[in-house]
């Protein structure tokens, strides 16, 4: 009883600012629940479509051609546009939902898809183009995540972009990446179809996905993401500290095989003298730092600087090429997958990143919060 119901625990996330996701890709509709919201925060639908629509399929010849509007409605939590600090649910339809598109790949687990390793776990098959294993799930949390970060704007002056950086071997070239930091907008990210911030690069990366698009192949890519304004002092050491709860985040996300924060990898090749961040007192009188090699986070606790990391997306794994496989017997077969799906996820990927930070953020925050309430003066 006790695995039983901690596994009811697994489509939620968060300790203080939590949500619970629920729904499935071709099922009647997609959604979550969200605990932990303050009350007396002016919230809307107009606050939250914003990013569904950013996160939505069939927005470009970029996408997948599935059509959905992905409209959000306030199920509760909130009355005459404030919230009431009870949970908030909000709900999208599915309404271009097509299961039958499946049926031929029913005795089939798709190549590096997820239909064999739920059909183990589970023992059974979802008929319903992945079921949970789809990106429609991610729908709940673009949607909580844009609760989220509303609440951070309101109160911290939060401010969480995210945009492409690479698709394939295409990536933006940027002799100083800090400054890229600290002035890339969403309205510069919204300007290309592909969601990078280079016009040049841009350019080069939708031609690639077109070009695999038409060839029924797929692509990965690489998206960065910055969170500017955090304050000093959030993260839970040991085990729950704050880049290990935005790699829980990220890597939680469908497609994600990657994840590094600050330097990263290539931090691996700088010598001790060459990675420390010097503090020095700023402008705003506070003490900061002059570079920001640790990604605004040391010890697991931010320490004021920007917060930016990396998440990188593998190509998607249903494609419509002939893939030479076994179905779930073992029998030798020839698959070309069926069904509407991206060449590449990174462009609707975006605030799906940036809803992950802000559900974070919005944990970490709380906690402290209630930390700093506790102090003894």
């Given at each position: 009883?006790?695995?039983?119901?901690?596994?009811k625990?697994?489509?939620?996330?968060?300790?203080?600012?939590?949500?619970?996701?629920?729904?499935?890709?071709?099922?009647?509709?997609?959604?979550?629940?969200?605990?932990g919201?303050?009350?007396n925060?002016?919230?809307?639908?107009?606050d939250?479509?914003?990013?569904?629509?950013?996160?939505?399929?069939?927005?470009?010849?970029?996408?997948?051609?599935?059509?959905e509007?992905?409209?959000?409605?306030?199920?509760?939590?909130?009355?005459?546009?404030i919230?009431?600090?009870?949970?908030?649910?909000?709900?999208?339809?599915?309404?271009?939902?097509?299961?039958?598109?499946y049926?031929?790949?029913?005795?089939?687990?798709?190549?590096?898809?997820?239909?064999y390793?739920?059909?183990?776990?589970?023992?059974?098959?979802?008929?319903?183009?992945?079921?949970?294993?789809?990106?429609?799930?991610?729908?709940?949390?673009?949607?909580?995540?844009?609760?989220?970060?509303?609440?951070?704007?309101?109160?911290?002056?939060i401010?969480?972009?995210?945009?492409?950086?690479a698709?394939?071997?295409?990536?933006?070239?940027?002799?100083?990446?800090?400054?890229?930091?600290?002035?890339?907008?969403r309205?510069?990210?919204d300007?290309?179809?592909?969601?990078?911030?280079?016009?040049?690069?841009?350019?080069?990366?939708a031609?690639?996905?077109?070009?695999?698009k038409?060839?029924?192949?797929?692509?990965?890519?690489?998206?960065?993401?910055?969170?500017?304004?955090?304050?000093?002092?959030?993260?839970?050491?040991?085990?729950?500290?704050?880049?290990?709860m935005?790699?829980?985040?990220m890597?939680?996300?469908?497609?994600?095989?990657?994840?590094?924060?600050g330097?990263?990898?290539?931090?691996?090749?700088?010598?001790?003298?060459?990675?420390?961040d010097?503090?020095?007192?700023?402008?705003n009188?506070?003490?900061?730092?002059?570079t920001?090699?640790?990604g605004?986070?040391?010890?697991?606790?931010?320490?004021?600087?920007?917060?930016y990391?990396?998440v990188?997306?593998?190509?998607?794994?249903?494609?419509?090429?002939?893939?030479h496989?076994?179905d779930?017997?073992?029998?030798?077969?020839?698959?070309?997958?069926?069904?509407?799906?991206?060449?590449c996820?990174v462009?609707?990927?975006?605030s799906?990143?940036?809803?992950?930070?802000?559900?974070?953020?919005?944990?970490a925050?709380?906690l402290?919060m209630?930390?700093?309430a506790?102090?003894?003066?």
């Open positions: 009883v006790e695995v039983y119901l901690y596994s625990r697994m489509s939620s996330f968060g300790r203080v600012f939590r949500i619970t996701t629920f729904g499935e890709s071709h099922g009647k509709g997609v959604g979550v629940i969200i605990d919201v303050p009350p925060l002016k919230l809307t639908e107009e939250i479509q914003p990013q569904l629509t950013r996160r939505r399929p069939g927005q470009s010849n970029l996408t997948t051609p599935r059509n509007a992905d409209k959000v409605t306030i199920q509760s939590g909130t009355e005459r546009g919230t009431l600090g009870t949970p908030i649910s909000l709900f999208v339809p599915n309404e271009d939902q097509r299961p039958g598109d049926s031929s790949m029913s005795g089939i687990p798709r190549p590096s898809h997820a239909d390793t739920y059909q183990v776990k589970y023992g059974l098959t979802v008929s319903s183009g992945g079921g949970r294993a789809s990106a429609r799930e991610t729908i709940g949390r673009v949607a909580a995540g844009a609760v989220a970060e509303k609440w951070l704007k309101d109160k911290f002056g401010e969480i972009v995210a945009w492409v950086s698709v394939g071997d295409i990536s933006i070239g940027s002799d100083n990446p800090h400054a890229d930091m600290a002035k890339i907008t309205a510069d990210v300007k290309t179809l592909v969601r990078c911030p280079d016009p040049e690069a841009a350019e080069k990366m031609a690639l996905i077109s070009s695999l038409e060839q029924k192949d797929s692509i990965g890519g690489v998206v960065t993401c910055v969170c500017r304004n955090v304050p000093a002092g959030w993260g839970e050491p040991c085990f729950d500290k704050l880049e290990a935005l790699g829980h985040a890597l939680s996300i469908p497609a994600t095989k990657g994840f590094e924060i330097s990263g990898f290539e931090g691996t090749k700088m010598r001790g003298s060459q990675h420390n010097p503090f020095v007192k700023k402008e009188g506070q003490l900061g730092t002059v920001n090699n640790s605004g986070i040391q010890g697991g606790i931010s320490n004021g600087e920007s917060i990391f990396r990188a997306f593998k190509p998607p794994a249903t494609i419509g090429l002939d893939q496989t076994a779930i017997q073992g029998n030798d077969v020839t698959l070309a997958a069926k069904g509407r799906h991206d060449p996820v462009p609707r990927a975006i799906i990143v940036e809803a992950m930070a802000a559900l974070v953020l919005a944990d925050a709380a402290q209630s930390r700093k506790a102090f003894v003066n």
